[in-house]
């Protein structure tokens, strides 16, 4: 206006695809619906558990935290407190935040600022209902079922193309003896300390059985010198063996297993 330039700054711009964008929608309605196993669902995908997580676990601290909260107005909720539990949660399950995501955190902390200081009586949920409807009609619409087709047999027609050349390159390997096939145990790492600790034992077990086999032989001897009228070096045998068997059996009754 006036031959004038304005400048105007926007600050750190981010990007979200359209499968983070999904996934984002579909974590909105979880929570507006309070569906904690597609919750779950949907932040693994985004990546911020593993497949491997505690899912129970998980879904009970999840509960812990969400409902205390839900449906109450912005001057009931603490930030501050919430952001600490959100952390903590994230740090005992070991949760990763995609750096697209970080963006929109921050975004979400500033709009929270905007909507406190103007509203501090808003129900949230509330206010985002109607937004959840749209979104679930626009899901339901043909052209958004359409589009979600085409993705689909995209992808299909993707993995049917890289078929034949994975084939071609296994079988290469195979021909040039070249195959290398891992196997990872899991679980065995318990079972070789019980056999060693077993192992261990029974040697121990043969060690006081010559103890006490060697022992009586001297006792028949009746060799010199004499202690108590028995020869000295079979009892001192019949002593050390029943320390050692007195131990062993020690160390077996605390272990918990006969």
């Not at 009970?60 to 109450?72: A, E, F, H, R, T």
């Not at 059985?209 to 006792?219: D, F």
Request: avoid cysteine.
């Amino acid at each position: 206006e006036n031959n004038k330039i304005g400048i105007v700054d926007f600050g750190i711009v981010g990007k979200i695809d359209d499968d983070i964008m999904e996934s984002l929608a579909n974590t909105f309605l979880s929570l507006i619906e309070l569906d904690y196993d597609k919750l779950i669902h949907e932040y693994i995908r985004l990546g911020l558990l593993t497949e491997d997580v505690d899912t129970k676990a998980f879904k009970n601290d999840l509960q812990d935290l969400i409902d205390p909260y839900y449906g109450k107005a912005l001057r009931q909720i603490q930030a501050g407190k919430i952001l600490s539990d959100v952390f903590q949660l994230a740090l005992n399950y070991k949760a990763r935040v995609p750096n697209e995501l970080i963006l929109l955190g921050k975004t979400f902390i500033t709009i929270e600022g905007l909507a406190r200081a103007l509203d501090p009586d808003i129900l949230i949920l509330e206010e985002a209902k109607p937004f959840a409807m749209e979104l679930i009609r626009k899901r339901l619409s043909p052209s958004y079922q359409i589009t979600k087709a085409y993705r689909t047999i995209s992808d299909l027609s993707d993995i049917v193309k890289d078929i034949p050349g994975q084939l071609s390159y296994i079988l290469k390997k195979v021909m040039k003896d070249k195959l290398k096939i891992e196997f990872v145990h899991s679980g065995l790492d318990r079972l070789i300390m019980d056999m060693d600790k077993s192992s261990n034992r029974l040697s121990f077990s043969l060690i006081i059985s010559a103890i006490v086999i060697g022992s009586s032989v001297v006792m028949l001897s009746g060799k010199e010198p004499l202690l108590f009228g028995f020869p000295m070096l079979g009892v001192i045998g019949y002593i050390v063996a029943g320390l050692l068997g007195l131990w062993l059996a020690i160390s077996i009754l605390r272990s918990g297993r006969l």
